[in-house]
């Protein structure tokens, strides 16, 4: 699960560097808008999550959290790329690009409760199980 994680953030980066190029966004059969800064906000983003992945990867029994909240953001995403590429006619290639988002997520979501040994809600609420909470569930 620590190599998955650290892959993900390292694909982050790396989507991000190619937000920064408008001509990739061409290719993939998205438009760019006119103004570059619709470009950089997404880019920024994914450069930090990709960053706080790889930097969550070295300790996911104590960063976990950050993990399943990134999986969280992964499905928001997913959800507005939906809308946008269905609703707003961006077209199919859109929702089929965050699909695997929605797929990173889900691995996350079951991998790591399973992995750490600690549930869902746990991870997600940030609760340590130590000898003093008696968490005997």
């Known amino acids: 699960m620590k190599k998955f ?3 993900s953030g390292l694909l982050n980066v790396f989507l991000g560097l190619l937000f ?3 001509a990739v966004i061409r290719l993939a059969g998205i438009e760019p808008p006119e103004n570059p800064f ?3 906000f997404p880019a920024v ?3 930090f999550l990709g960053f706080i992945l790889i930097y969550s990867s070295r300790d996911l029994q104590n960063r976990a959290t950050i993990v399943l909240w990134d999986g969280l953001s992964r499905v928001a995403a997913f959800g507005g790329c939906l809308w946008f590429g269905l609703g707003a006619g961006m077209g199919v290639n859109l929702v089929l690009a965050a699909s695997a988002d929605l797929m ?12 750490l040994g ?9 609760r340590q199980c130590l000898a003093v909470n008696h968490c005997d569930r």
Do not use: N, Q, S
């Open 118 to 126: 600690r549930g869902f809600l746990d991870i997600l609420l940030d």
């Open 45 to 47: 983003f994914l450069f």
């Open 5 to 7: 994680v650290f892959l």
């Open 38 to 40: 619709w470009l950089m």
């Open 20 to 22: 920064t190029v408008p």
């Open 104 to 115: 990173v997520a889900l691995i996350y979501f079951i991998g790591l409760p399973r992995v």
